[in-house]
T-cell receptor, first 108, second 113 residues
Framework: TQLLEQSPQFLSIQEGENLTVYCNSS?????LQWYRQEPGEGPVLLVT?????EVKKLKRLTFQFGDARKDSSLHITAAQPGDTGLYLCAANDYKLSFGAGTTVTVRA | DTAVSQTPKYLVTQMGNDKSIKCEQN?????MYWYKQDSKKFLKIMFSYNNKELIINETVPNRFSPKSPDKAHLNLHINSLELGDSAVYFC????????????FGAGTRLSVL
């Protein structure tokens, strides 16, 4: 049983569209992170959310941590081909545990 | 300058062979990790070392043996390779002030034939 469930597993959209990726768990976390992994590369940290209800923005990316600190979402506005990649959420429970990821493809 | 570097990038070998993957970080971090990413992209921690000392050892076959000669290096040796060992192996490191921020290498794609 995975600690973190990500949905959807795959997402393919046209350039300019918006998308949302979800990360859910039945456990409460002190913090949650989002990483992006491009083909042939390692994951790169995008953001860490700590406070329940917290919203962080990184250019066109908006990250939200649920009020109960059990879930998080990543919203991308006006997606671009450069946003293509595997998006991973991760939570710390003495070690970093990753969700299975959402593969996002943005078509030009 | 590459922060976390792994060699080799690709490794193709026969079942039963022994192989090593090397990792070095130039970030001055105390903690280093090995992760395995399977064909479904699921990333799972294998080992963690803090200042050359093993602190996390997940359920990994004892054919896998990490070695940390100093805190900037963490190598992974695999004995008697099996088909199921085929995966991408990532090295990572964390700064001393927080273990939740991790910097990953580019990965080593291991293919066992």
């Amino acid at each position: 049983t995975q600690l973190l469930e990500q949905s959807p597993q795959f997402l393919s959209i046209q350039e300019g569209e918006n998308l949302t990726v979800y990360c859910n768990s039945s456990s409460v976390f002190s913090s949650l992170q989002w990483y992006r992994q491009e083909p042939g590369e390692g994951p790169v940290l995008l953001v860490t959310v700590v406070t329940g209800g917290e919203v962080k923005k990184l250019k066109r990316l908006t990250f939200q941590f649920g009020d109960a600190r059990k879930d998080s979402s990543l919203h991308i506005t006006a997606a671009q081909p450069g946003d293509t990649g595997l998006y991973l959420c991760a939570a710390n429970d003495y070690k970093l545990s990753f969700g299975a990821g959402t593969t996002v493809t943005v078509r030009a | 300058d590459t922060a976390v570097s792994q060699t080799p990038k690709y490794l193709v070998t026969q079942m039963g062979n022994d192989k090593s993957i090397k990792c070095e970080q130039n970030l001055g971090h105390d903690t280093m990790y090995w992760y395995k990413q399977d064909s479904k992209k699921f990333l799972k921690i294998m080992f963690s070392y803090n200042n050359k000392e093993l602190i996390i050892n997940e359920t990994v076959p004892n054919r896998f043996s990490p070695k940390s000669p100093d805190k900037a290096h963490l190598n992974l040796h695999i004995n008697s390779l099996e088909l199921g060992d085929s995966a991408v192996y990532f090295c990572a490191s964390s700064p001393p002030e927080t273990l939740i921020i991790q910097y990953f290498g580019a990965g080593t794609r291991l293919s066992v034939l």
